[in-house]
């Protein structure tokens, strides 16, 4: 059954050594890419810039730019004259939020009466607007309710709330979006790597003609992809080490969890990748169309799997979808162990549907690979 | 079965879609024979050679190799048999040896015998020097001897070769086919086709293929007592003079005339046996053409073919092409 299969290694091997510029790429390309896109997919929200137009002129109109600067997400700008100059900062992009501080709001807080300020928000911008807008709510209620219990004798309001929520955030205390996003990343760029590695292993050889004298052979045809699949696997996996150490040591993402086990449940998900990448191969009628074929497998891996968008709010008919893309299942594995610090029982079950996958992909390759032409 | 013939076809054809790249073809090699198979490009060699190979499926018919069936047998073929292709199959980026020792493994050598059988195939095609040189970086005719050796690695009994002489030079063209003359010594059975009448000549058997039918087939010698070759009451003459294309011209436009090709500097014209040597002279000498000298020849293997095509053009195959494709839609 597996005929031939030393020989299809021990050949690939020496393609591989012939050919170190495929090699460097496939080596060292994510890991450009992962720093790039790891910094550039930081979602943290701080230093918000922000222009202020006081047309108030008190004492408390003259404090209140500190409050917003104090939460460390705004930055003010300077101030401008009119509040049409806050629409033009606005608008000009220089800005993304705009205080508005009117005429009798000092003479307003002084008196008691209910004191007005307009924060203007740039909605292009969704992730920094609704961050801006909960911090400028949380600003606005903490005065409130100091005040108002202050009015009743009542000092430090905060710190005797009748209902208080303590909330808690396990595993990645300091909020920080890079060690949630680089692990995604992983996932993301390990299915480049691999799709594309193997995408043209097999139409290479049929655009070249050297196919036609395998053919001939008494070669199997399993021996045929498995022996493609192994020298790419061994690839795979040395990627797979550099990526996950780049995560560790560029961007100082803690493993919290077992990194033996991260390494051993890699190898279902690349060998899932490389497997998509062969039948690719089989099916593709000269190498530009592999290419085409690997960079559409891109796109729901990105979209669908949860690495962008939790799934769990997603409508039911792409929410159903998603359970088909193999990187949903490897990010509950990268994720959970690197950031959680998930064991073994946590995991076996997105492990055993990432073998279901490669199973599943051996046998179309094999299926559709015929040792004939046309 | 060492009583099966090598290679037996037995009506098979061919379809591509609407067209038929071969027809209803049938013939034995026997076992040790160098079957030469000729014919213009695209009348549908390399076609059979790959549904010899099991590289294309038959539309119909059935051939065996060695007695095995290539449709239903075909893993078990592919132990005993070697194909080298008309281009080059090979790994450029391997080194000869490397190549050697990759199909060695493929046909499950392994060790010591993997080594002494490259040796061995080394010995016979020559190229030690070349040997850690990439194959890409071979010449034409040594690319062609590392395919042969590649395709004699696991000692096939039977071995195709397409257009193995194709573009490499005479002298290389010559010891390739010394090569195959010390393989048929071996008892094993080659399968070559080519476009060069010389090679033709040295095979024991020589099929031609015309527009995807099988229309002669025998030995170089019984081809050319073939009807169509020398018909009744004709004789073949060869010309010699200064201006041979107004020799060709002057002779088609003869009443005696039944045929007339160039065939380099001479003109080989099949003319009525009633006309002699210096009926033509003095014929020639009426339009003025000086002849250096005229004698009556045989045919050689390239009249043969060049009278069969016409004979066939004439006819019109595609007569018995269609009568036969018409039966088969009212079977």
Redesign the interface.
Known sequence: MF??L???V??EF??MR??PLTVFVALFVPVIQLTIFGYAVDMDVRNIPTVICDQDRSAASRELPGRFENTGYFRILHEVENPDGLYTSLRSGEAKIGILIPPGFGEDRFSGTPAQVQVLLDGSDITVAQQALNTANAIGLRASLTESAARFGVADPMRRMPLDILPRLLFNPTMRSANFMVPGLIGILLWIVTVFLTSVAIVRERE???I????????SRQAFIIGKLLPFALLGAIEACVIISAARFIFGIPINGSVLLLALLTVPYLLTGLMVGLVISTRAANQAQAMQFSALTMLPSVILSGFMFPRASMPLIIYVMTFFVPLTYFLEIVRGIIIRGAIWADLWDEAAILIVFFLVFLNLAVRRFR???? | MPEAPAIVVDHITRRFGTFTAVNDVSFTVNRGEIFGFLGPNGAGKSTLIRVLCGLLAPSEGRATLDGLDVVSRIEEIRRHIGYMAQEFTLYDDLTARENMTFYSMVYGLSGAHLRSRIDAVVGLVGGEEYLDRRAGALSGGWKRRLALACAILHEPTIIFLDEPTAGIDPVARRELWDLFFRLADEDVTLFVTTHYTDEAERCTNVGYIYQSNLIAHGTPEKLKMMPQVRPEGTARFEIDAADITRVHAVLREWEHTRDTTIFGAVVHSLLDAEVNADDIRSFLNTKGIEVRHIRPIEPTLEDVFVSLTRFHKERGLSSPHNERNQRKETD
């Open positions: 005929r031939g030393r020989a299809i021990y050949k020496i393609h012939r050919d070249k003609g050297t036609e004298q395998l053919f001939v052979t008494p070669l040792k004939q032409l046309g």
